[in-house]
């Protein structure tokens, strides 16, 4: 038998190897480093049934903390279960704790990852409480509805190609208002005539190019799908309105963690609850901005050997975390006045696009961990707070100073202030 020279954090700890319907725990007993260890395993179920006998076995042999691995969405549930049962569980990826080939089984897994436990060796991951693990199933599914979405508009924008009407090339967007009337019209077989005459003031000027383009004819085919397709997009839509909507129910108390992000360039209000939803409204998990960048997958990896750095892709991290970073990257990129304008400008040149989009994410993330961190709204050190704010408010002052005949106008026909 092999003995532990490490220290013991947990006496009695346990390890679960977690699969879709069963799981394979192990409980680890040692009082004082140096002596042999107790090893006990078993196999439960991954049902309701099966968590409640493992929450009792590990009870009875008075389990102070557990270790898991991060294995898809299978271990959310035996993770809350231990977590009523006021078990201390660590979550690990499964990279940092992986067996090595030939020698993985269940029952060594779930025994390594109680050693991991009972010594504190590795890193556990970051879980926010369950208010928040559920409220991302709403951002993530809300998310996936877009992705969903923009397939859809692609669909119809590849059959009106196919059929002929190519609106596409003289509205910017066809599911505007405009866009939207010309698709409902042509399902509806109205005449050209009625069709233009229903647009707005602003496309009037193009009434050529639609009534060229409307000549297309459309079979009973393409109108069948193209009916379907908008269908499917307002559906989505709907579906879209009603998770946003209960997420900013949920998120009302986190009203102000909400203006502060949305004080950074680039940060739209749907954009700071996806944000707020993955990182949660406490940063004590992280030890720092460099650690927050890490975890959202938007920090440079390192790859040196024998003193040269050699090129590193990003390391891995929260992609949804990630994606939303990146979004946010491609306005603030957009956005006048601001550093991260200028930033991704001057990177853009010599590292290329993409790439600086990611280092504009980077920033952006250590931005949003300043803010969050100090309570503090974003003032951007290139832009002119000052002038913006003559500006914004210039004609509301001289609309109110000609009230009260403070600003009058002289014979000459010039403002002179009557004080």
Same mark, same amino acid.
């Given at each position: 038998?092999?003995?532990?020279?490490?220290?013991?954090?947990?006496?009695?700890?346990?390890?679960?190897?977690?699969?879709?319907?069963?799981?394979? /725990?192990?409980?680890?007993?040692?009082?004082?480093?140096?002596?042999?260890?107790?090893?006990?395993?078993?196999?439960?179920?991954?049902?309701?049934?099966?968590?409640?006998?493992?929450?009792?076995?590990?009870?009875?042999?008075? %389990? @102070?903390?557990? *270790?898991?691995?991060?294995?898809?969405?299978?271990?959310?549930?035996?993770?809350?279960?231990?977590?009523? *049962? !006021?078990?201390?569980?660590?979550?690990?990826?499964?990279?940092?704790?992986?067996?090595?080939? !030939?020698?993985?089984?269940?029952?060594?897994?779930?025994?390594?990852?109680?050693?991991?436990?009972?010594?504190?060796?590795?890193?556990?991951?970051?879980?926010?409480?369950?208010?928040?693990?559920?409220?991302?199933?709403?951002?993530?599914?809300?998310? @996936?509805?877009?992705?969903?979405?923009?397939?859809?508009?692609?669909?119809?924008?590849?059959?009106?190609?196919?059929?002929?009407?190519?609106?596409?090339?003289?509205?910017?967007?066809?599911?505007?208002?405009?866009?939207?009337?010309?698709?409902?019209? %042509?399902?509806?077989?109205?005449?050209?005539?009625?069709?233009?005459?229903?647009?707005?003031?602003? %496309?009037? !000027?193009?009434?050529?190019?639609?009534?060229?383009?409307?000549?297309?004819?459309?079979?009973?085919?393409?109108?069948?799908?193209?009916?379907?397709?908008?269908?499917?997009?307002?559906?989505?839509?709907?579906?879209?309105?009603?998770?946003?909507?209960?997420?900013?129910?949920?998120?009302?108390?986190?009203?102000?963690?909400?203006?502060?992000?949305?004080?950074?360039?680039?940060?739209?209000?749907?954009?700071? /609850?996806?944000?707020?939803?993955?990182?949660?409204?406490?940063?004590?998990?992280?030890?720092?901005?460099?650690?927050? /960048?890490?975890?959202?997958?938007?920090?440079?990896?390192?790859?040196?050997?024998?003193?040269?750095?050699?090129? *590193?892709?990003?390391?891995? !991290?929260?992609?949804?975390?990630?994606?939303?970073?990146?979004?946010?990257?491609?306005?603030?990129?957009?956005?006048?006045?601001? @550093?991260?304008?200028?930033?991704?400008?001057?990177?853009?040149?010599?590292?290329?696009?993409?790439?600086?989009?990611?280092?504009? /994410?980077?920033?952006?993330?250590?931005?949003?961990?300043?803010?969050?961190?100090?309570?503090?709204?974003?003032?951007?050190?290139?832009?002119?707070?000052?002038?913006?704010?003559?500006?914004?408010?210039?004609?509301?002052?001289?609309?109110?100073?000609?009230?009260?005949?403070?600003?009058?106008?002289?014979?000459?026909?010039?403002?002179?202030?009557?004080?």
């Amino acid at each position: 038998m092999i003995n532990d020279d490490l220290h013991i954090v947990h006496s009695h700890a346990a390890g679960l190897d977690v699969h879709k319907m069963q799981i394979t /725990a192990s409980v680890r007993l040692c009082e004082h480093a140096g002596e042999s260890p107790r090893c006990d395993t078993r196999s439960f179920s991954a049902l309701p049934d099966g968590l409640g006998q493992m929450r009792g076995w590990l009870r009875e042999h008075q %389990v @102070q903390a557990a *270790a898991m691995e991060a294995t898809g969405i299978y271990w959310q549930r035996p993770y809350d279960v231990l977590r009523e *049962a !006021g078990i201390e569980v660590s979550l690990h990826h499964a990279h940092q704790i992986k067996q090595l080939r !030939g020698r993985k089984t269940d029952i060594q897994d779930s025994r390594w990852l109680a050693r991991v436990c009972q010594f504190g060796l590795g890193s556990p991951s970051f879980v926010p409480d369950k208010q928040f693990r559920d409220l991302r199933e709403l951002s993530r599914c809300r998310a @996936q509805l877009l992705a969903d979405r923009s397939r859809v508009r692609n669909r119809v924008h590849q059959v009106l190609d196919r059929a002929g009407l190519r609106i596409g090339g003289i509205l910017s967007d066809i599911f505007g208002v405009n866009g939207r009337r010309i698709l409902k019209a %042509v399902l509806q077989q109205k005449p050209t005539a009625e069709v233009l005459d229903s647009l707005s003031w602003h %496309v009037q !000027g193009k009434r050529e190019q639609f009534a060229d383009a409307l000549q297309a004819n459309l079979s009973d085919t393409v109108r069948v799908t193209l009916k379907t397709l908008l269908t499917q997009h307002d559906q989505i839509e709907v579906h879209e309105r009603e998770l946003m909507q209960q997420m900013q129910q949920v998120l009302q108390p986190y009203a102000s963690q909400l203006e502060l992000l949305c004080t950074i360039p680039g940060i739209s209000y749907e954009s700071a /609850a996806s944000i707020l939803i993955e990182i949660g409204p406490n940063l004590s998990e992280f030890d720092g901005a460099n650690s927050f /960048a890490a975890w959202s997958g938007v920090c440079p990896g390192n790859n040196e050997s024998a003193g040269k750095r050699r090129h *590193a892709r990003t390391r891995r !991290g929260n992609r949804h975390m990630k994606r939303s970073l990146t979004e946010c990257a491609h306005a603030a990129s957009r956005s006048n006045g601001c @550093q991260f304008q200028a930033y991704h400008k001057a990177l853009t040149v010599r590292r290329g696009y993409k790439r600086a989009i990611t280092a504009t /994410a980077h920033k952006l993330a250590r931005t949003i961990y300043a803010v969050l961190r100090d309570q503090q709204p974003y003032l951007d050190p290139v832009a002119d707070y000052q002038q913006l704010l003559v500006r914004r408010n210039a004609p509301r002052w001289v609309r109110e100073l000609k009230k009260f005949g403070i600003l009058q106008r002289n014979p000459d026909g010039e403002f002179v202030l009557n004080w």
